[in-house]
């Protein structure tokens, strides 16, 4: 059974650069068949999509982060990562990471718990 | 690429029916049959419950089904349950290559 792990730090100061990890266990990154995405949640809000990346490389990002936002995947460590630059205190929220399944683009059938970073000095 | 829009809230009866609005553009919700919708209860994460529009998973019950006209996607809730009570978010594809939610609808069981 796949699931999905978020990992980081739960803290982050505003400017520097916020680091997530998602270890993906019970399957295999680089089998191909899905997506890999971050999503966040603000505290009390909707879900805001951060942007996608495929075991290939190709990567897709929400626009109005694509300025500070990297996403990435290492295959041989089964996890993909999320670096967002220039953090603010808006930038506080619970992050996940999700699975879509490829060809059904907008679609995350499997979710990481979330987890919650604060960005405050 | 603007937010869908969703009622913020919705209320029913147990044994009632319910049905959820997400209005969006031809962009997005109008333009290609990636309307998802998710579940999500207090502290947890979302969870997929319908997908392309009208496509349930595997262990959703059939009480949920999902339909689209035009630019506006909906959710129905048929037979409510206490354990519906939920923030229900839609999602869809767009013309850009990314994905966009709605803003998320708080379903109250009376």
């Known amino acids: 059974q796949v699931q999905l792990q978020e990992s980081g730090p739960g803290l982050v100061k505003p400017s520097q650069t916020l680091s997530l990890t998602c270890t993906v266990s019970?399957?295999?990154?680089?089998?191909?068949?899905?997506?890999w995405s971050w999503i966040r949640q603000h505290p009390g809000k909707g879900l805001e999509w951060i942007g996608y990346?495929?075991?290939?490389?190709?990567?897709y990002y929400n626009p109005s982060l694509k300025s500070r936002v990297t996403i990435s995947v290492d295959t041989s460590k089964n996890q993909f990562s999320l670096k967002l630059s220039s953090v603010t205190a808006a930038d506080t929220a619970v992050y996940y990471c999700?699975?879509?399944?490829?060809?059904?683009?907008?679609?995350?059938?499997?979710w990481g718990r979330g987890t919650l970073v604060t960005v405050s000095s | 690429q603007s937010a869908l829009t969703q009622p913020a809230s919705v209320s029913g009866s147990p044994g009632q029916s319910i049905t959820i609005s997400c209005t969006g553009t031809?962009?997005?919700?109008?333009?290609?049959?990636?309307v998802s919708w998710y579940q999500q209860h207090p502290g947890k994460a979302p969870k997929l419950m319908i997908y392309?529009?009208?496509n349930r998973p595997s262990g959703v019950p059939d009480r949920f089904s999902g339909s689209k006209s035009g630019n506006t996607a909906s959710l129905t809730i048929s037979g409510l349950q206490a354990e519906d009570e939920a923030d229900y978010y839609c999602s869809s594809y767009t013309s850009s290559s990314i994905v966009v939610f709605g803003g998320g609808t708080k379903l109250t069981v009376l």
């Open positions: 990346i495929y075991y290939s490389g190709s990567t």
């Open positions: 999700a699975r879509g399944p490829l060809g059904i683009p907008g679609s995350f059938d499997l």
């Open positions: 392309e529009v009208s």
């Open positions: 019970g399957g295999s990154i680089s089998s191909g068949g899905y997506y």
């Open positions: 031809s962009s997005d919700v109008g333009g290609y049959n990636y």
